[in-house]
């Protein structure tokens, strides 16, 4: 079953927004109107579907800026769930006091809550829903049990009329999460080869081995990639500095977005713009540099045909 009969959508390109500039994170300052609005601008050349990851005052500005200005997007919209549970796997801090996980509850129930208000909101703009992001994963600092983002998911279901996913890393997919394969009404997988010290020339062959291995093994239930991408710079804390550039990034992005289209694969591109909030206070941190463009807004090589007077 393809994507586009699951979700009711055309074939089109796909990524992945998230607006803050410099000086801007989320839960400090905000991208205002004006900004998000250049960025939509630029955005609107080369992709129809968006994904948000928060029901923040972001996510609302996004929505309020595509519905006053007619802007053709579709959003994929997410409500970004934080730890319920310990984990004590996770490299750079996933335990909490029990009064932090308690008070989470409540914080990630608000969150669905504002997620279905938005969905209703503006059912014409959003076409699906996510549940969450890389919540369920080993090494993830948000842990949520399974069993609870399938009431989540069942929340939402019974009160929004949009299709409804859950993103998280393609290994929970094959094991861990097959319960929730049942609840959700499409598959949302991402893949990072680069990661995964796979480099340029390993990296297309990997990303499909990834997809295939979930969609064959759930051959009923629609897969999209909400995640898939190549950072340009490295400190090389988790990926070696000799595998990230812009050139492998150009070649990566192009090769992926060729593929997904000939397949008919919903695939979100990470990300748009590079994010200096994020990761460590390290110039090279390659949390921060993902983006096709940067965070001034300068396309990187990738996009420089495609964007030159910018």
């Known amino acids: 079953m393809k ?19 410099e000086g801007q994170s989320p839960g400090g300052v905000f ?31 996004v929505l309020e800026v595509i519905q006053k200005e007619k802007l053709d997007f579709k959003i994929m919209l997410g409500a970004y769930i934080v730890a319920e549970a310990n984990n004590y796997g996770c490299p750079w801090g996933g335990s909490y006091p029990e009064d932090q996980l308690e008070e989470n509850k409540s914080i990630n129930l608000k969150q669905i809550k504002k997620l279905i208000d938005l969905a209703n909101k503006y059912p014409d703009i959003i076409f699906s829903l996510s549940a969450g992001n890389e919540a369920c994963v080993d090494w993830t600092d948000h842990y949520v049990p399974v069993e609870k983002v399938i009431e989540y998911v069942k ?4 009160e929004a009329k949009q299709p409804v996913t ?5 290994l929970p997919w094959l094991d861990k999460l097959k319960s ?12 990072y080869p680069v990661w995964e ?9 990997y990303t499909k081995s990834n997809y295939y291995a979930v969609a064959d093994t759930y051959p009923d239930k629609p897969v999209v990639i909400t995640e898939a991408g190549w950072t340009t710079y490295s400190n090389g804390k988790g990926i070696c500095p000799s595998n990230v550039s812009e050139e492998f990034q150009s070649i990566y992005y192009n090769d992926l977005v060729d593929w997904s289209l000939d397949t008919d694969i919903l695939t979100f591109v990470f990300e748009a713009f590079d994010e200096s909030w994020k990761g460590s206070n390290e110039a090279l941190e ?13 396309p990187k090589k990738v996009m420089q045909d495609l964007f030159s007077t910018l």
């Open 31 to 61: 991208p205002t109107y004006k900004e998000v609005k250049e960025d939509l601008l630029i955005l609107q050349h080369q992709w129809k579907y968006l994904r948000l990851y928060d029901c923040d005052k972001h996510a609302e500005t």
């Open 180 to 191: 929730l394969v049942e609840v959700v009404d499409f598959i949302s997988i991402h893949t």
């Open 197 to 205: 010290y796979k480099n340029i020339h390993e990296a297309m062959d």
């Open 3 to 21: 994507y586009t009969q699951a979700l009711d959508i055309a074939p089109g390109k796909a990524i992945c927004y998230s607006g803050f500039r």
């Open 155 to 158: 929340m939402i279901k019974k």
């Open 166 to 170: 859950f993103c998280e890393n393609y």
């Open 286 to 298: 390659p949390e921060k540099h993902w983006g096709l463009f940067t965070v001034s807004r300068k």
